[in-house]
T-cell receptor, first 114, second 115 residues
């Protein structure tokens, strides 16, 4: 199994508070992603990173920011959480090799915003 | 952006029978990857099968196989001899081989296996 750890795994917070989710990988993969999963929407890309300090927005990036200061860590921050950000968040990683090309996922973080 | 469509929100199959899950995608690219992921109630995303677009031969992994129709932009998953452990949400996904940095997912198909 790919070495991906997400923390925290569960969090309950109140509207307006900041929240940071952490993704840590031990695979030295170049690409890291943050997705959110909601019923009826599948997985939607929030932000991704293609290297240290190199990030880009996905399709649902409003209200989220990310940082990647080291290859192994990718942080997702909700500056001021809203109830619409209640979701399950997945971190994923991918190497860019011809033999694989797939995404490896973390176990997910369930965030509830009250 | 590429789009991936799974038109069957829910499917059911009798244990030991065969079921096919549908996936279509829209792209102007010629070279790409396609995937099927399984998400059981544990929430963990598990790769089921992978297809590279330049390979004409359909991928197979034990009881799982795909029907890849490149011209039709169709990528269906066939599960043979269905087992109770196959019950899960299944997601179809697309990845560009050229840019390599974005994956696009369908909305998923929930598969129920009836004993």
């Amino acid at each position: 199994d790919a070495g991906i750890t997400q923390s925290p795994r569960h969090k309950v917070t109140e509207t307006g508070t900041p929240v940071t989710l952490r993704c840590h990988q031990t695979e030295n993969h170049r690409y890291m992603y943050w997705y959110r999963q909601d019923p009826g929407h599948g997985l939607r890309l929030i932000h991704y990173s293609y290297g240290v300090k190199d990030t880009d927005k996905g399709e649902v990036s409003d209200g989220y920011s990310v940082s990647r200061s080291k290859t192994e860590d990718f942080l997702l921050t909700l500056e001021s959480a809203t109830s619409s950000q209640t979701s399950v968040y997945f971190c994923a990683i991918s190497g860019y090799t011809a033999n694989t090309g797939e995404l490896f996922f973390g176990e997910g973080s369930r965030l509830t915003v009250l | 952006a590429q789009t991936v469509t799974q038109s069957q929100p829910e499917m059911s199959v009798q244990e030991a029978e065969t079921v096919t899950l549908s996936c279509t995608y829209d792209t102007s690219e010629s070279d790409y990857y396609l995937f099927w992921y399984k998400q059981p109630p544990s929430r963990q995303m598990i790769l089921v099968i992978r297809q590279e677009a330049y390979k004409q031969q359909n991928a197979t992994e034990n009881r799982f196989s795909v029907n890849f129709q490149k011209a039709a932009k169709s990528f269906s998953l066939k599960i043979s001899d269905s087992q109770l452990g196959d019950a899960a949400m299944y997601f179809c996904a697309y990845r560009s081989r050229d840019t390599g940095n974005q994956f696009y997912f369908g909305t998923g198909t929930s598969l129920t296996v009836i004993p």
